[in-house]
Nanobody, 117 residues
Framework: QVHLVESGGGLVQPGGSLRLSCVAS????????MGWHRQAPGKERELVAR???????NYADSVKGRFTISRDTAKNTVYLQMNSLKPEDTAVYYC???????????WGKGTLVTVSS
């Protein structure tokens, strides 16, 4: 079993920054990819950013240039640096881990990010 624990969410003013962290523990072995998804009220969960085992990254168009995903493989940790935050970034952010190309997939419980003045 794999456990993911997110941290770093909170309330921030528009234009501000937050850094999310996600630590993976358990029967991990090798990791195919880790990433962040988010779900805003009344909307479907969407991919925010993902980083592969080879270090390749991809981002949702809405966050390109503002968010940066990174990882510490030794610590099985992935980070999401969020800058220039907008009210529309308000959502619950979920950490995601895929162990291989075919899965399985694991999810954290989520951390709430609220962007408001």
């Amino acid at each position: 079993q794999v456990h993911l624990v997110e941290s770093g969410g909170g309330l921030v003013q528009p234009g501000g920054s937050l850094r999310l962290s996600c630590v993976a523990s358990g029967s991990i072995g090798s990791i195919y990819a880790m990433g962040w998804h988010r779900q805003a009220p009344g909307k479907e969960r969407e991919l925010v950013a993902r980083i592969s085992s080879g270090g390749n990254t991809n981002y949702a168009d809405s966050v390109k240039g503002r968010f940066t995903i990174s990882r510490d493989t030794a610590k099985n940790t992935v980070y999401l640096q969020m800058n220039s935050l907008k009210p529309e970034d308000t959502a619950v952010y979920y950490c995601h881990l895929r162990l291989s190309l075919w899965g399985p997939d694991y999810w954290g419980k989520g951390t709430l990010v609220t962007v408001s003045s």
